[in-house]
């Protein structure tokens, strides 16, 4: 195997070299007290694994020109099986997301819809089958034994489907193309990234001068020739041990990521490419007519029944370690810190109290149970509150109504609260 460049990268070179990729960074909704939940499912935009089957002899690169070929590249035509899975130290939130989201489900809404069916994701074992014809035509699947579900995005029209229960969900014009995200609104499918691309992406906005960003061999993704771009952190107290991304090395295509965490053991995500086609997809690909029978919910109809589910303040917590910048200066929102050891402090309304009882009503039970299997006690200068862990993304919320959230180790959100008091 031909030796790569390890020496780092700069920050400033790395910035340059990923500015030209698209994409802002996303903040998304979540309801307390469940914030850690929804920011669990939302790392799924962060990364998955690498899988090591070979190490072919390719010629040196160094960590800048493949950040700037992973950004050059202008493949847009793909098909192919993405593998991946997700073990975040959490019970599935399958069928718990419902309960956790909206109360005890009596809002209605559509199994169809993806807000609720792409959380499916943040756990487990899911193996996908995706399909792009440039910026307007993607097509995702998740399969299982049983059934399919599909999300399929045709110019303005996006139509979702779920075979189990011959339900279908469809959104046209500004909430098919992204546009509602800038009022505030749920949008399908941008929300959650599903390609090895759109994961690389989010996880190089980390880039910077908290970064280590490094080439570290080669490797053979589905069946193609690739380099390991290694991303860690500098700084300590982060939960992220290392971020690497399996780079195609004749498009510059990301394949495969991982992201193991700083307290070792098996990966926290693990995704990537089994098979992967280059050549355009058939059209037939990104188009769909309801099923005889299927019964259709329009976008609107959702958002209203979603809207009338609500029983608790909504917050807005970050979507990853380049998210918290983003936060700044938003209501009742203060960053911490810098980099990956940044924390996001959430102001309660009205300096409410996090609801820490069922009998409070404000939590239904199955909630509660939920987020008492991963939550520890702790005090210092801010006072008492409670840590909620996950094996990537941790929240501490004090019993005065703050909320402090991060990819970070429950030390370091003590640490931050303690220090904001």
């Known amino acids: 195997?031909?030796?790569?460049?390890?020496?780092?990268?700069?920050?400033?070179?790395?910035?340059?070299?990923?500015?030209?990729?698209?994409?802002?960074?996303?903040?998304?909704?979540?309801?307390?007290?469940?914030?850690?939940?929804?920011?669990?499912?939302?790392?799924?935009?962060?990364?998955?694994?690498?899988?090591?089957?070979?190490?072919?002899?390719?010629?040196?690169?160094?960590?800048?020109?493949?950040?700037?070929?992973?950004?050059?590249?202008?493949?847009?035509?793909?098909?192919?099986?993405?593998?991946?899975?997700?073990?975040?130290?959490?019970?599935?939130?399958?069928?718990?997301?419902?309960?956790?989201?909206?109360?005890?489900?009596?809002?209605?809404?559509?199994?169809?819809?993806?807000?609720?069916?792409?959380?499916?994701?943040?756990?487990?074992?899911?193996?996908?089958?995706?399909?792009?014809?440039?910026?307007?035509?993607?097509?995702?699947?998740?399969?299982?034994?049983?059934?399919?579900?599909?999300?399929?995005?045709?110019?303005?029209?996006?139509?979702?489907?779920?075979?189990?229960?011959?339900?279908?969900?469809?959104?046209?014009?500004?909430k098919a193309s992204g546009h509602a995200e800038k009022r505030g609104e749920a949008t399908v499918p941008d929300g959650v990234p599903t390609t090895p691309k759109a994961f690389a992406e989010e996880a190089l906005k980390t880039a910077g001068p908290t970064t280590s960003v490094t080439v570290d061999g080669t490797a053979q993704v589905a069946g193609r020739d690739a380099y390991k771009l290694v991303i860690k952190p500098k700084q300590g107290g982060s939960t992220i041990g290392a971020i690497t991304i399996a780079v195609d090395a004749k498009n510059g295509v990301p394949l495969k990521f991982t992201l193991s965490p700083s307290s070792g053991g098996k990966a926290v995500i693990d995704a990537g490419f089994t098979g992967v086609d280059f050549a355009k997809p058939a059209g037939s690909s990104f188009t769909f007519t309801p099923p005889k029978g299927a019964k259709v919910t329009e976008a609107d109809d959702a958002k209203a029944q979603r809207q009338a589910g609500k029983q608790a303040p909504e917050f807005k917590v970050p979507g990853g370690p380049a998210g918290l910048d983003g936060l700044a200066g938003g209501k009742g929102v203060k960053v911490i810190g810098e980099g990956w050891s940044a924390v996001a402090e959430i102001e309660a309304p009205g300096g409410r109290a996090v609801p820490t009882s069922p009998k409070s009503g404000d939590v239904p039970p199955a909630a509660q149970q939920f987020l008492d299997s991963f939550g520890d006690k702790v005090t210092g200068k801010f006072g008492s509150g409670t840590v909620f862990k996950t094996r990537l993304v941790n929240a501490l919320m004090t019993d005065d109504g703050k909320v402090y959230v991060g990819l970070v180790t429950k030390d370091a959100l003590v640490r931050a609260a303690n220090s904001a008091n």
């Open 1 to 174: 195997m031909a030796p790569n460049d390890s020496a780092e990268t700069t920050g400033d070179a790395a910035d340059e070299a990923t500015g030209t990729m698209a994409g802002r960074r996303r903040a998304a909704r979540y309801v307390v007290p469940v914030a850690v939940a929804g920011v669990a499912a939302a790392t799924i935009g962060l990364v998955p694994a690498l899988a090591d089957s070979g190490d072919p002899d390719l010629p040196k690169i160094t960590a800048q020109q493949l950040i700037e070929r992973i950004a050059a590249s202008d493949t847009e035509q793909l098909s192919g099986t993405v593998k991946i899975s997700t073990d975040l130290g959490i019970p599935s939130l399958g069928g718990l997301a419902g309960s956790l989201a909206q109360g005890d489900g009596a809002h209605g809404g559509s199994s169809a819809d993806p807000q609720e069916k792409l959380t499916e994701l943040a756990s487990g074992t899911h193996t996908l089958r995706v399909a792009a014809d440039g910026p307007d035509k993607q097509r995702v699947s998740i399969l299982d034994s049983a059934a399919e579900y599909s999300v399929i995005r045709n110019g303005d029209q996006v139509w979702a489907y779920d075979s189990k229960s011959n339900e279908a969900y469809h959104a046209t014009g500004d």
